[in-house]
Nanobody, 121 residues
Framework: QVQLVESGGGLVQAGDSLRLSCAASGRTFSYYDMGWFRQAPGKEREFVAAINRSGGSTYYADSVKGRFTISRDNAKNTVYLQMNSLKPEDTAVYYC??????????????WGQGTQVTVSS
């Protein structure tokens, strides 16, 4: 089993940047593809970004492409989401997930508890 703990969320203004981190427990981190999802109030959880086990391939939702960057450090059991040029519509709870890649998205097997990102206009 993998336990995931997100950090780095907060309140920022439009145009600012934030970097989310997700620390994974266990020695099997590198066995999993990793990703980020988000859920805004009243909306369904949606895919944001994913990265394969080696970090060599990344995938993004169209809404964040060119602004967000996902990366991972397998030596530190950590996956990151660098978010630039933030917009109010990026406001959501962001969840880290571990699972398997498919169809340019991630099928999650494990979830973190989420971290709130609020972008003011």
């Amino acid at each position: 089993q993998v336990q995931l703990v997100e950090s780095g969320g907060g309140l920022v203004q439009a145009g600012d940047s934030l970097r989310l981190s997700c620390a994974a427990s266990g020695r099997t981190f590198s066995y999993y593809d990793m990703g980020w999802f988000r859920q805004a109030p009243g909306k369904e959880r949606e895919f944001v970004a994913a990265i394969n086990r080696s970090g060599g391939s990344t995938y993004y939702a169209d809404s964040v492409k060119g602004r967000f960057t996902i990366s991972r450090d397998n030596a530190k059991n950590t996956v990151y989401l660098q978010m630039n040029s933030l917009k109010p519509e990026d406001t959501a709870v962001y969840y880290c997930a571990a699972g398997g890649l498919g169809s340019s998205s991630l099928t999650p097997r494990y979830w973190g508890q989420g971290t709130q990102v609020t972008v003011s206009s």
